[in-house]
Nanobody
Framework: EEQLVESGGGLVQAGGSLRLSCAAS????????IGWFRQAPGKGREEVSC????????YYADSVKGRFTISSDNAKNTVYLQINSLKPEDTAVYYC?????????????WGQGTQVTVSS
């Protein structure tokens, strides 16, 4: 069974940092790109970053460039999202998802999400 499990969310003060993890199982990790999305209350879902696990190529939304860093540990089938200089507007549920071969393709598998709350 294909599965993605996020972890690492929490409550943090503005200016702080978090590292989110996305552990994948049940599919060939190297064949997929892993994207991170977020959804704030009352807002639509936003793709913030993605990594193609086969070659490490990455994508970042303009809104997070310079503060978010995505990385992949293929030996552990895990993708990380390092978030620095957190702002209250980063408050959202963060999800990871897997798309076959390329970033920003059709995301087949989704995790359950992890809550990030940034206090001012």
């Amino acid at each position: 069974e294909e599965q993605l499990v996020e972890s690492g969310g929490g409550l943090v003060q503005a200016g702080g940092s978090l590292r989110l993890s996305c552990a994948a199982s049940g599919f060939t990790f190297d064949d997929y790109a892993i994207g991170w999305f977020r959804q704030a209350p009352g807002k639509g879902r936003e793709e913030v970053s993605c990594i193609r696990t086969s070659d490490g190529s990455t994508y970042y939304a303009d809104s997070v460039k310079g503060r978010f860093t995505i990385s992949s540990d293929n030996a552990k089938n895990t993708v990380y999202l390092q978030i620095n200089s957190l702002k209250p507007e980063d408050t959202a549920v963060y999800y990871c998802a897997a798309a076959f071969l390329v970033c920003r393709g059709h995301y087949n598998y989704w995790g359950q999400g992890t809550q990030v709350t940034v206090s001012s």
